[in-house]
Structure formats: structure tokens, C-alpha cells
């Protein structure tokens, strides 16, 4: 059932475990996702970003999401969220179409024009009854901090400022930096765990971690227990489908033009992939009994 993020994250809060939110951009990465928290008995958050609501249609994308779950999957409990909104006009879109949880991402700007954009987009949502999301630190992307050494000090989120930034903005949740980067990117060789604890005790809210898709389940867990309580995923799933279909359809020895054989077998490449995060995490086996 299509449930408040807010409620999937605070109850993930409150027993201590982690949810995944994972992209998707098409009906193979839905499936694949809804089926992985099927299976798990897990809830789960699916998210899209700007560029995949140009790619497929944003009320295409959403549309599909909440059909699949209403039809299919009416036990799950299912968020819909907008990842990376980075700016007005985005957050706009997505609460036209009917996103009820959004991202503002103005990690990239200045801390005070961070501060106040996210201000004026989270009181812009609240009063709408929408969910926010906001970063502070910054999340790197491959493309941005190459595989040379990284000055990680620079993208660190600071704990006074993160007080002071959720009490002025009032998001429901906060994406933080530790030493995590966005794809599967050379990261920081640990997560700052102190860091991170010292942040969970500032604000004894939801905590997200994006850009650690690739992370083993020792950091996964340690994170889970210094106050992380969502994982972003994309680039895990972009890799298990493009490696399947790249196995499946090798060159042009393919016996089966019937495309579903591909796309089922990517399919279920993200599916198992899914299921493990949802293991490490420890949201699967957590949906509730009045759920
Ligand atoms: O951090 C978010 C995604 O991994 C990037 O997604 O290529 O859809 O913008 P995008
Ligand atoms: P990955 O690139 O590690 O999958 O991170 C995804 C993400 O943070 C989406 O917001
Ligand atoms: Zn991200």
C-alpha cells in the first residue's frame, strides 16, 4: 500500500534498522524492487530523479509505481519519493504529478543559501502536507572527485551546523556526508563513524545515506548503528541490470530476439541484489502486523 515516507522512515527510526530507497527508472527496476520487498516481507521506498521524469514522463513513472503497488503488491508498504530535487521548479513538478516526499538537494550551494532555499521549500511542501529531504555536506559523484585523492574534509556534513540547519529549515530528514560518494566510486577508506554518531545525538532524526550503494555489510551495519536509517541505491541496480542483459544478449551470438527473456533475467538480477541490501539494512521481516 502507497504509505507516507515519513512514516516508513520514523518507524525504521524507532526499531533501529535501516530501509532501502532505491531508483528506478523504468517497469523492470519497479518490479524487480516491489518484488525483492515481496519476497522480504520488507517496506520500501522507490524514488525517481529529475532526469527520469524526462526520460519516461514523471506521471508515467509515478503513475506506474503506484499502479504496480495498488495492483500487485497492495501489502507492501510503498513510498514514493523525489530524489535530488534541485531546485523549485522540480519540487513543483513532481507535487503536481502527486509526489507526497521530496529531496531539495542544495548541497551544492553556499550553507547559508542551502539554509534558506531549503527553508522555503520545506514550508512551501509542509504546508501541502509533502514530506522533505535535505542534504547538508556534500554527497560527491565520481565525475567529481575522480580516483585521485580526495580531500574529504571539504564534503563533510558539520554536526553544529546540522543542528542548527534542520531546526531553521524544519525537513523531516537529512542526508548527511561522511565519506560516502555517489556511484560506485572511490570513497573514503571508512566512513567518519564518530562523525556520524555525533550528528544521530544532535538530531535524533531519520538519517540518509546516499552514494553507498557498494558499501560490504560491516560498514552497512556499523552506519545502521550510529543512527542511518535509509540507504539510497542506484548505481547497484544500474550494474546488475546492464550486466545481465550484457551476458544475455553477448554481441550478436543471442538466441532469443523475444526481448522479455532479457529484460525478465536483468529483472531479476535487480530483484536479488535488492534482497541482499535488504538483509544487510535490516528492514526485511519489518513490515508490521496492522500493516
Ligand atoms: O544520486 C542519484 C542518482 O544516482 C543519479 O541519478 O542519473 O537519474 O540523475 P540520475
Ligand atoms: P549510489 O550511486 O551509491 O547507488 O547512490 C545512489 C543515490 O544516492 C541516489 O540518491
Ligand atoms: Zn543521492
Not at 529531496?103 to 550553507?111: A, E, L, Q, T, W
Not at 574529504?152 to 548527511?176: C, H, I, N, S
Not at 543512527?227 to 544500474?238: E, L, M, P, Y
Amino acid at each position: 500500500m502507497i504509505t507516507e515516507v515519513k512514516k516508513i522512515l520514523d518507524n525504521a527510526n524507532k526499531g533501529n534498522y535501516a530501509v532501502g530507497a532505491f531508483n528506478t527508472v523504468n517497469l523492470e527496476f519497479t518490479m524487480a524492487i516491489l518484488e525483492a520487498a515481496k519476497e522480504k516481507n520488507s517496506p520500501v521506498i522507490i524514488q525517481v530523479t529529475e532526469k527520469t521524469m524526462d526520460y519516461a514522463g514523471g506521471r508515467a513513472i509515478f503513475g506506474l509505481i503506484k499502479t504496480l503497488v495498488e495492483c500487485y503488491y497492495p501489502q507492501i508498504p510503498v513510498g514514493i519519493h523525489l530524489d535530488h530535487g534541485k531546485d523549485f521548479e522540480v519540487v513543483q513538478r513532481a507535487l503536481e504529478i502527486g509526489f507526497t516526499s521530496i529531496m531539495y538537494d542544495g548541497s551544492r550551494k553556499k550553507y547559508a543559501d542551502n539554509l534558506m532555499t531549503t527553508k522555503k521549500i520545506a514550508q512551501f511542501c509542509h504546508e501541502r502536507g509533502v514530506n522533505v529531504q535535505g542534504e547538508l555536506g556534500n554527497v560527491p559523484y565520481l565525475r567529481e572527485i575522480g580516483s585521485e585523492e580526495v580531500n574529504w574534509d571539504k564534503y563533510m556534513t558539520d554536526p553544529d551546523q546540522a543542528e542548527e540547519f534542520v531546526r531553521e529549515t524544519g525537513v523531516d530528514a537529512l542526508a548527511v556526508a561522511v565519506g560516502n560518494a555517489h556511484d560506485f566510486a572511490k570513497e573514503r577508506p571508512e566512513p567518519d563513524y564518530e562523525r556520524l554518531g555525533k550528528i544521530n545525538e544532535r538530531l535524533n532524526m531519520p538519517l540518509i545515506m546516499h552514494g553507498a550503494s557498494d558499501w560490504e555489510e560491516e560498514k552497512v551495519t556499523e552506519a545502521v548503528r550510529r543512527g542511518i536509517n535509509c540507504f539510497n541505491v542506484d548505481t547497484a541496480s544500474r550494474v546488475a541490470f546492464v550486466t545481465s542483459l550484457g551476458k544475455t544478449i553477448d554481441g550478436n551470438k543471442s538466441v532469443s530476439f523475444d526481448v522479455r527473456d532479457h529484460l525478465g533475467q536483468a529483472k531479476s538480477a535487480i530483484t536479488e541484489m535488492v534482497k541482499k541490501k535488504m538483509d544487510m539494512f535490516g528492514s526485511s521481516g519489518k513490515i508490521e502486523k496492522s500493516e
